[in-house]
């Protein structure tokens, strides 16, 4: 089962933006395509992956190819609002509000916060995938928003603590279903360092461990397209 969107303490949109800046992402101007004739969990799928892309890209890309990469994603979410729950719409659009008036400013940290947590929501709003796939997806999320939060001039530990949490929920809903013990171990220790790094309050621990997570992340997602 998909767990609902959860309050993640400062998980939400970086900033607050004005009522004017929402409005410009209201749910009449997000009208795109309104009748589906085939599932639109793909198409979610795939929106969702652009604003994962952001976040990835938000510390190194240039300007123009940032800010070309924030408007696709804009545009992508668009043809599945429409298809949205009302708890998906309403946490999105504050979020794309935050995402394009950070990327205005160049501002690469709250741009990709916004980014995590569209990405995030859209994740949670499929209901055709696998809860595999789901969990899997979710905690790609909390390991990407782990390291953006830990990698704040202030680290936010409460937002820290609050991904490895859902990672940690979704890990245990699905590490049964792993047929590779091996892989299932790195995977289960990985979560484990880093949630008692966060705890400890330790930023090298805590950032060992969310890399260390990544690869077995990207093994597990890859695992479960197979089976």
Do not use: N
């Not at 990835?56 to 545009?75: K, L």
């Not at 595999?132 to 680290?155: E, K, S, V």
């Not at 790094?197 to 890399?211: F, I, K, N, S, V």
């Amino acid at each position: 089962m998909i767990l609902p969107l959860l309050t993640l303490g400062a998980c939400g949109a970086p900033h607050s933006p004005s009522d004017q800046a929402i409005a410009t992402f209201s749910l009449t101007t997000r009208a795109g395509i309104t009748d589906y004739a085939v599932d639109p969990d793909p198409l979610k799928h795939a929106a969702a992956g652009y604003f994962r892309d952001v976040a990835v890209a938000a510390p190194d890309e240039s300007a123009g190819q940032f800010r070309a990469r924030v408007a696709t994603a804009i545009y992508s979410e668009k043809g599945v609002h429409a298809s949205l729950g009302a708890a998906a719409q309403q946490a999105i659009v504050p979020r794309l509000a935050a995402l394009d008036a950070a990327a205005r400013q160049d501002d690469r940290q709250g741009a990709g916060l916004a980014a995590l947590e569209i990405y995030r929501a859209l994740v949670e709003d499929m209901a055709t995938v696998s809860k595999a796939t789901t969990a899997m997806a979710l905690i790609d999320y909390a390991q990407l928003a782990g390291a953006a939060r830990l990698a704040a001039a202030r680290p936010d530990w409460s937002g820290v603590d609050a991904a490895m949490t859902m990672a940690g929920q979704h890990w245990d809903d699905i590490a049964g279903d792993v047929g590779d013990p091996a892989l299932a171990g790195q995977m289960g220790a990985a979560l484990k360092a880093a949630r008692e790094g966060a705890a400890r309050r330790d930023d090298a621990a805590t950032e060992q461990a969310l890399q260390a997570a990544r690869p077995s992340i990207d093994r597990l997602i890859a695992y479960f397209k197979r089976t």
